[in-house]
């Protein structure tokens, strides 16, 4: 029992130390010769256009539950897949009715259009 | 699992499929003919009422034991798939007069339905969950149908943070009592408590904490917060039929769980049963009488009748009564029902266009237009508070019987007292309709005129024949329950 | 490999379920009232989770299966119902949803 959480602690203090090194040694080592173009706020790519803070379409919401319903379902698709061969020929018929009321789903959704971004 | 067992939950296996392809089939339906909808929707609730009353006096079990389909659960259905029906029939006059008829409310209707027939089959607490989300998830849709209008949405999300709450508690529940008993099917609890391998305190805290998931979905004080607000924002059709299905499925599972889970329990629920009634009555009876809205002053009044029908559930340890004080539950459930859908159906066609809310003066003068569901109006309002011969009477009477039989006779004179309060709110409709000047508009949908005519008609037969109901609630009880 | 005592379980999902009670009483944004739910919803779950382990029976675990997806299709419900409202009325703070009155 405490062996374990002496391990703990070695990989704590290793976990934290590493970083730091690093960091202090960077900032020791490093030359130092600021310009404006340097000291803007980091973002990967080109710089960003007018407000950030813009509102999402509210697609994206729709595409993010419908996702969020499929996503989940696979919950029962996985065990079922890992073991149908075992579960006789029922069980195969029943994944496949659960995938076809799934697929009704999808087709009510794409129907309505949960899927056009226009 | 094999076919023999898809065969017991035939009638809802049935109609979820119904449903399922009734939401694929409307989108193919061209805007003018959503009536083919309305009606597809009525065609699969009537079948799944013939399917289900075809299984009343056997008794079966399914599914390792999860389901059992006995007279109980072919009761509970029947009530339930009429109260649909009703439902439909009400909501597509009012739906199209209001402006928000979604087709999706026949297949969501369809959904909560199934969901509340596999409550009053369930054996096991795996399947009580499951039939409560089937029922709850389509009503917080369901009350959420009129969305650009605010208080709908205001409704639904309420509805929605409350009745998720409760199903926080109901599963955290289960998990102790299946901590208790190794176990979660409702025979296999009573069997670990009989041979007394179960973790007694576990358990008691798990069935505490059902008894407060069932008392937010049957709406008991002090579980009772949402009901005003969410049957005032929801369409008048979804209340209706919320008030009825909702509350007697929750009361399904609290017999169902009750009586064949932990009737050595029952004993020491006893008490908490008794002050929980007692309060609902009290508390829902005095807060109706101020109330403006019609809607809300209804909500008020099913939450006092969830109280009586709690008093029913008081007395379940005493196994000399208990087989009558729930038949009388039973009864109460169904005359309840019909009650409560008939006054949601006048208000639905009372109900104005733009769906605002609907305040007692909106009925004043509604005998002069409207004389017959004036007329009907007042046969629910006289049944709620319990006059004879009609059916509000006896449910109260076989109610308050059971009471007084099981030695709860403070119980009963607070039930009495109670709807005494009530009768000064009931009564106060039906002088606005007949005595006071005003033109009140409402739909001159036959459909809608009809239904409330049916039930408003159903409320006096079984006024002037109550026993028959009666025993049919006992002959319910014959072959599973108690 | 030391077993952690049942009690560690019950008194970490206690806990759990508490806080998310008193997160759906007291918070009045729903998307933290949703969170909360579903640290309720979670709670449940450990619980069954490890007792599903103590007895050595996977019916627990099963559980725990069917209330992830109740759980995930409840809170698309939800979520609806949030991007509903956010679109009428540009707030969704529950203490200004107070039209519903007498």
Redesign the interface.
Known sequence: MTISWLYIGIFLVVSLGLPAVAIILAGILAPKKPSPEKSIIYECGVDTHGETWVQFKAQYYLIGLVFLIFDIETVFLYPWAVAFDRLGLFAVLEGLLFIGILTGGLVYAWKKGAFEWA | MSLSDLLILLPQAFLLVWASLLLLVDLFISKERKVITAILGAAGLAITLGLTSGQWGSRATGFNQMVVVDNFSVFLSGLFTLAGLVAIVIAYDNMRRTGIHKTEFYSLLLFSVAGMMLMSAAADLIIVFLALELLSIPLYILAGLAVPRAGSAEGAIKYFLLGAFASGFVLYGTALIFGATQGTSLAGIMASIQSGTAELPLLVIGAALLLVGFSFKVAAVPFHMWTPDVYQGAPSPVTGFMSIGAKAAGFAALIRVFSLAFPSLAGQFAPIFAVLAGLTMVVGNVAAVSQVSIKRMLAYSSIAHAGYILMALVPLADPSVAANSTASALTYLVVYGITTLGAWAVISAVENADGGDTSVRDLSGLARQHPWLAAAMTFFMLSFTGIPPLAGFWGKFYLFRTAIEGGYTTLAIIGLLSSLVSAWYYLRVIVMMYFRESEAGASRAPSIQIAAILLALAVLVLGLFPSGLFQLALQALANGVS | M?TIPMSYY?VL?AVM?TL??IG?IIRRN?LV?FMS?EL??N???L??V??SNA?G?A??Q??V??????A??????????????F???HSID?DL?N??K?
């Not at chain 3, 299966?65 to 109740?70: D, G, K, S």
């Not at chain 3, 995930?72 to 409202?85: D, K, M, P, Q, R």
């Open positions: 030391n019950l999902s379920f998310g009670a759906v729903p009232m739910l309720m919803f709670a449940a779950n619980t069954f490890a007792f007895f029976n019916n627990g099963i559980f299966f069917f209330v992830m997806v109740v995930a299709a409840e809170v698309a419900v939800g979520l609806a119902l949030i991007v509903a409202i679109r009428t009325r529950i949803m039209t519903l007498n």
